[in-house]
């Protein structure tokens, strides 16, 4: 077998992420033989409104923070980019928190070293790590994004102040790769977030009729089901689809390791 192809070669995989971002998932699989289905089901747009960040952002530069938690690479990049275009730096006194590796690298990348990131790469984790108030942190974050964060560090003593620095849409439709889905004619398909798995059950289809409900792959189902973690296992559980791997570490590598040790 040619070295760095064990495992994964001929198994045609589908990825879900938005095409923004999923081309360290796609180079990753592909260096390990995998056929790579783009299938991206969401795709990434500014918020509906500007003005919660852009008030934050005067605060920010007033020293009211004593945190800015980052839940994401989107969030990393879209809030930045908006502090540039305001002319607002984050203070030295403000400590910034990641949720893990890949958004940590998003910080260094535009020399925002994070003070913080959790052992598990979890918001829920994050949220723990940051210990007890009072003070007030600062999450950009997408609309509409789950609350059981901003729910345990307001429990914590924190005052916590939500913006939106993005919104997840659904992506088009009606694509080649849409209908390889719904034909059956893949193997596995990843999920790295929750929205992403919401979006490809509405946009491709009941579960049970794609060989995605019911047992585990383990008991014998062909197609395998990989979650990049414990958040996006639930939701996709939620909506009737099964969940064959989570991805111990919640990162991209994480979820290829997770394959990779699947398939090897």
């Known amino acids: 077998m040619t070295p760095g192809r ?53 605060r920010l530069a ?11 690479s ?9 502090l540039e275009q305001l002319e607002v730096t984050i203070p030295q006194a403000t400590r910034v928190a990641a949720v893990g590796r890949s958004t940590a690298r998003a910080l260094a990348s535009r020399r925002a070293h994070p ?24 999450v950009p974050r997408a609309a509409g994004a789950p609350q059981d964060m901003p729910r345990a560090l307001r429990r914590a003593g924190w005052t916590v102040d939500e913006v939106a620095v993005y919104r997840t849409v659904p992506a088009p439709g009606d694509t080649p790769a849409v209908r390889t889905a719904r034909a059956g004619r893949f193997d596995v398909v990843t999920f790295s977030s929750a929205s992403t798995v919401r979006y490809f059950v509405n946009v491709v289809g009941p579960p049970s009729e794609l060989g995605l409900g ?6 014998g189902e062909a197609r395998v089901v990989a979650c990049i973690g414990p958040v996006t296992a639930e939701a996709a559980l939620s909506l009737g689809v099964r969940v064959d791997l989570v991805a111990p570490q919640h990162t991209v590598d994480g979820l290829v390791a997770a394959l990779r040790h699947h398939f090897g």
């Open 6 to 58: 064990e495992g994964l070669a001929g198994q045609r995989v589908i990825v879900t992420r938005a095409r923004e971002q999923s081309a360290g998932l796609t180079a990753r699989l592909e260096e390990l033989g995998a056929t790579v289905i783009h299938l991206p089901t969401i795709s990434i747009v500014p918020p509906d409104s500007w003005s919660g960040t852009d008030g934050a952002a005067l």
């Open 62 to 72: 007033g020293g009211d923070y004593s945190w800015v938690a980052f839940t994401s």
């Open 74 to 82: 989107n969030g990393v990049t879209r809030f930045l980019d908006r």
């Open 115 to 138: 003070d913080l990131v959790p052992a598990r790469f979890t918001a829920l984790d994050l949220a723990r790590e940051l210990g007890r108030g009072p003070g007030r942190v600062l």
């Open 214 to 219: 019911g047992a585990s792959a383990q008991t």
